[in-house]
């Protein structure tokens, strides 16, 4: 379905809002919604491929995971949106491919599940689509069924007064996940020195650290089982 705003001869839209020149029917203000809703859900993508196809086709130099700094200046002058929002777009355009896109879902859902890999990416979309009677599950919903490794019913959603407060490290682990399936899709395993990757492993000691602290913390609680 292609992309645009509502036209109508009763209303006119402004980048600062909508005025409705004439008073509109329920109907025809439902023809405006519907307009509404397809451009609000598209244009973030939309604004995504573009800064993917520049990246593609203009930037100079090596090839790189991200759209060239000159390229989000020039389109943040073109658009006016700050630098991380349009950085979430290209990611999430570059990440989720034009056939795996669902239009009954909106781009955050997108964003969800952005770092998985496609399979899963198909997956977890078709489970997030809205359904015979029932609507497309949250993106909150999604995030933490992703965790959890299957759809979540309300009820588990609800917090756990126990656990309201705790630090979670989930998304830090998400996090960085998707940042290493980024560092591999655009081939920096192959192309890295020995002295980078050692760079890279002197920084992950604490990881690694935190890993054998867990280990030796289940050998000891073990031992004191009776």
Known sequence: MSLALPSHSKIQISPTGL?????????????????????????????????????????????????????????????????????NYAYVARRVARNRRSEALAWEHHKVVAKLP??????????????????????????????AGRVLTPDEMVTDPAHRGRNNHIPHINRLCAWWSDMKD?????????????????????VMRIQDELNLLVEVKRRRKP
């Open 118 to 147: 496609v399979v899963e990416q198909r997956r977890w979309l078709a489970l997030a689509a809205p359904k015979k009677n029932q609507r497309a599950i949250s993106t909150m919903r999604l995030r933490k069924s992703i965790i």
């Open 19 to 87: 005025d409705v020149l004439a008073p509109l029917t329920f109907e025809e203000w439902s023809q405006v919604a519907n307009s509404l809703g397809h451009a609000a859900r598209g244009i973030a993508f939309v604004i995504g491929d573009w800064l993917v196809y520049g990246d593609a086709n203009f930037r100079k130099g090596p090839a790189a995971s991200r759209v060239a700094t000159d390229a989000y200046d020039a389109a943040i002058q073109a658009t006016g949106l700050d630098r991380t929002t349009l950085h």
């Open 186 to 206: 655009n081939k920096w395993p192959q192309r890295a020195t020995v002295e980078q990757v050692e760079t890279l492993l002197r920084d992950f000691k604490w």
